[in-house]
């Protein structure tokens, strides 16, 4: 077991951080102690916190941005729409805060009223994933911290720097460190974290491995509140498109926008045999003049690397294999050095493939499935035990309408991509995706539970029915009777 993490950038091979592995039973007790107090500040308190750290993080938007970048090896200008999502965040859930979980009275019929109020739920865990190192987990914090709960969040292993300097800002916005702690660590301190008893739940978003390990885990415990947010296999049909650049534009956004590293990114491309050869031609193009490179190349490059070597091996092992069963390749995904994780964006053919399988390949890498109507299209697109997010391109509203009833995902766009999902909308997937318990808009939900209350001024009841009637009233001096004898 290592007991130190090292980050280094992905691109040099550059240390650029270094930490012993924290110790989750201290940062719960420490949360433990921070929370009671946060809880009980007024809403404007808390927010006010917030939007002083919604200041500060825009403040640092180049030093930040820099730091996502050298972590995880994405574009500059890429890391800097991470770095504004962080920011936006704060008024987005505050809006959700009070529209998601309000606090309302209703008079009733005598002189009570019926409260609703929200509480939270005490210490949360958070454990974020690589590739929206600070937007993601981000999006599970700042719900938390307004609802009223402490948070112990554990980055990813693979990007601790970024997870040391977004909890850096909430403590300089004056939340207490006590209220927000970081844990230093891998998967075996998220199953620490998982395990304790003094956290009231986890919010994680990362891989369906992980995801299924914690739903295993926390099924005996309908104590705790679990929110996953996990990865997709998601379908892309374009059906009778009359735009094809457009298209195949919103094609190469959709799967290979961020080296693949999407959970929302499209994996399959649903196309119609006979007519997909001019999209498919449109879509290469494009590849080919796709600019892969390090994070501050100049001009900018519209991808950077995998996340690291293993990534980048398990990425290529993946279109290999689907080669050696009989895809068809139409731009090869290769290593663009052998000792760095570029990679380039592949595009293959798998229609003949008989025993595909449904995983995420977490990377630049588009599976084509050609099939002869449109009925066999959303039955390929719901072909998958995930369902995150799904797209169709397409210049008819009467096939948009058939494919938003019948698609199996969270996420159901038309004429856009299957990516970039919006802060202002619930963000989360059916199936294998989650567990129904979105995020995003939504995430304010799994952060407070709701406590209703009948309320009256004064105590008045009475019993109507059921009771005997009272006993007679006595006419005789009881106290005759028990007369002590001397
Ligand atoms: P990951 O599952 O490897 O790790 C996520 C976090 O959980 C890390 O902090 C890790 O240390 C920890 N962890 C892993 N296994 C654990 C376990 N068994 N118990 C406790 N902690 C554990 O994910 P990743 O590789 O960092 O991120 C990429 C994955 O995240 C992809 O599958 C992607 O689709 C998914 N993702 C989902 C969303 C979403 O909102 N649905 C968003 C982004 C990424
Ligand atoms: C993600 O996919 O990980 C982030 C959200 C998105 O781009 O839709």
């Known amino acids: 077991m290592t007991d130190t993490i090292i980050s280094a950038n992905p691109v040099t091979g550059e240390k650029i951080w270094e930490a012993p592995v924290g110790d989750?039973?201290?940062?719960?007790?420490?949360?433990?102690?921070?929370?009671?107090?946060?809880?009980?500040q007024s809403h404007s308190f808390r927010i006010e916190a917030l939007r002083r750290f919604s200041n500060i993080v825009r403040g640092k938007i180049d030093e930040f941005a820099d730091l996502i970048s050298r972590e995880t090896g994405k574009p500059l200008w890429e890391a800097r729409t991470e770095v504004e999502a962080v920011v936006n965040k704060v008024d987005i859930s505050v809006e959700a805060y009070f529209e998601r979980t309000p606090s309302r009275k209703k008079q009733g019929a005598l002189s009570e009223q019926n409260a609703l109020r929200h509480k939270p739920h005490g210490v949360l865990a958070v454990l974020g994933p690589f590739n929206f190192p600070a937007h993601l987990p981000n999006g599970h914090i700042v719900p938390a911290l307004i609802a009223g709960n402490?948070?112990?969040?554990?980055?990813?292993?693979?990007?601790?720097?970024?997870?040391?300097?977004?909890?850096?800002?909430?403590?300089?916005?004056?939340?207490?460190?006590?209220?927000?702690?970081?844990?230093?660590?891998?998967?075996?301190?998220?199953?620490?974290?998982?395990?304790?008893?003094?956290?009231?739940?986890?919010?994680?978003?990362?891989?369906?491995?992980?995801?299924?390990?914690?739903h295993q885990q926390f099924g005996p415990r309908p104590d705790k509140i679990l929110a996953l947010e996990l990865g997709g296999n998601n379908p892309l049909i374009v059906w009778d498109a009359p735009d094809i650049d457009a298209a195949a534009a919103l094609v190469?956004?959709?799967?290979?926008?961020?080296?693949?590293?999407?959970?929302?990114?499209?994996?399959?491309?649903?196309?119609?045999?006979?007519?997909?050869?001019?999209?498919?031609e449109a879509v290469r193009k494009i590849i080919d003049r796709i600019i892969i490179g390090p994070p501050d190349a100049d001009p900018q490059p519209f991808i950077?690397?995998?996340?690291?070597?293993?990534?980048?091996?398990?990425?290529?092992?993946?279109?290999?294999?689907?080669?050696?069963?009989?895809?068809?390749?139409?731009?090869?995904?290769?290593?663009?050095?052998?000792?760095?994780?570029?990679?380039?964006?592949?595009?293959i053919d798998v229609t003949s493939v008989s025993d595909r399988v449904d995983e995420e390949i977490f990377g630049p890498l588009l599976q084509?499935?050609?099939?002869?109507?449109?009925?066999?299209?959303?039955?390929?697109?719901?072909?998958?035990?995930?369902?995150?997010?799904?797209?169709?391109?397409?210049?008819?509203?009467?096939?948009?309408?058939?494919?938003?009833?019948?698609?199996?995902?969270?996420?159901?766009?038309?004429?856009?991509?299957?990516?970039?999902?919006?802060?202002?909308?619930?963000?989360?997937?059916?199936?294998?995706?989650?567990?129904?318990?979105?995020?995003?808009?939504?995430?304010?939900?799994?952060?407070?539970?709701?406590?209703?209350?009948a309320e009256a001024p004064a105590a008045r009841a009475a019993i109507a029915i059921?009771?005997?009637?009272p006993p007679a009233e006595k006419t005789y001096d009881e106290s005759k009777l028990s007369e002590p004898k001397s």
């Open 24 to 40: 989750a039973d201290a940062e719960v007790r420490a949360a433990r102690g921070g929370w009671a107090k946060w809880a009980a």
């Open 304 to 347: 950077g690397c995998v996340i690291d070597n293993a990534s980048a091996e398990t990425v290529t092992d993946g279109f290999l294999d689907l080669m050696m069963k009989g895809g068809n390749p139409i731009a090869h995904l290769r290593r663009v050095e052998d000792d760095k994780p570029f990679l380039t964006p592949g595009l």
């Open 150 to 214: 402490a948070v112990v969040f554990k980055p990813s292993e693979k990007t601790p720097a970024v997870g040391e300097f977004l909890v850096g800002c909430y403590h300089e916005a004056g939340v207490p460190e006590d209220v927000v702690r970081l844990l230093v660590g891998g998967p075996e301190q998220g199953k620490e974290l998982a395990a304790h008893e003094g956290i009231d739940g986890l919010l994680f978003t990362g891989s369906v491995r992980g995801g299924l390990a914690l």
């Open 252 to 280: 190469v956004q959709s799967a290979y926008m961020t080296a693949g590293q999407r959970c929302t990114a499209a994996r399959r491309l649903i196309v119609e045999e006979g007519k997909h050869e001019p999209l498919i």
């Open 368 to 453: 084509v499935i050609r099939v002869p109507d449109f009925a066999s299209a959303l039955a390929e697109a719901n072909n998958t035990r995930f369902g995150l997010s799904a797209s169709l391109v397409s210049g008819s509203p009467d096939l948009y309408n058939r494919f938003w009833a019948n698609s199996r995902a969270g996420i159901v766009n038309w004429n856009k991509p299957t990516n970039g999902a919006s802060s202002a909308a619930p963000f989360g997937g059916i199936g294998f995706s989650g567990n129904h318990r979105p995020s995003a808009y939504y995430a304010a939900d799994y952060c407070a539970y709701p406590v209703a209350s």
């Open 466 to 469: 059921g009771l005997k009637d």
